[in-house]
């Protein structure tokens, strides 16, 4: 196991500089795209380890080039959570809620990875317009706990 850490880390370090965001370039890229990562826990949506500096935007957002994008969504917490795809302008925490959780009614839902258990991983693809984005856990309760963070598309 701890060969193998070191290992992740080498392989971290190196794609620093080497950007393969950029190589998705092109629409009809079939090999598909890197996925981004995502951190779900108590109580926040965060970018994974392995994306640090290319999840990173301004706010701790995430960025993803249109077209279609792959989520790897990893439950780092202790309860089950989920993810849901919402395209909106407003601020992540903004959102229309109702009876403790986002109306999704009210909101564009693009779409979602349901709810899976603590320690687990679950991958969505979803056709990305440009624009603004919501991604958020709508778990009763979660949202309003910080669960959301923003995602732009380019
Ligand atoms: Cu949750």
């Known amino acids: 196991m701890a060969a193998l850490v070191v290992v992740a880390l080498a392989l971290a370090a190196c794609g620093g500089d080497g950007d ?3 190589d998705g370039e092109g629409d009809g890229d079939e090999g598909g795209a ?3 990562h995502v951190s ?8 994974g380890e392995m994306d ?7 706010m701790g957002g995430f ?6 994008v792959t989520f790897e969504v990893h439950n780092d917490g202790t309860v089950p959570h989920e993810l849901v795809v919402v395209k909106s302008d407003l601020a992540p925490g903004a959102l229309p809620v109702a009876g403790g959780a986002v109306d999704e009614a009210q909101v564009e839902v693009i779409g979602e990875v349901e709810e899976f258990e603590a320690g687990t991983i679950e ?6 317009d440009a624009g603004s984005y919501v991604l ?3 778990i009763a309760g979660h949202y309003e706990q910080g669960m959301s963070a923003r995602l732009t598309v380019e």
């Open 20 to 22: 393969t965001a950029a």
């Open 34 to 36: 890197t996925p981004i």
């Open 40 to 47: 779900l826990s108590e109580w926040m949506v965060a970018p």
């Open 52 to 58: 640090g500096m290319e999840g990173m935007g301004d």
């Open 63 to 68: 960025t993803a080039q249109a077209g279609e």
């Open 123 to 128: 991958t969505g693809t979803f056709q990305l």
């Open 136 to 138: 958020f856990c709508n």
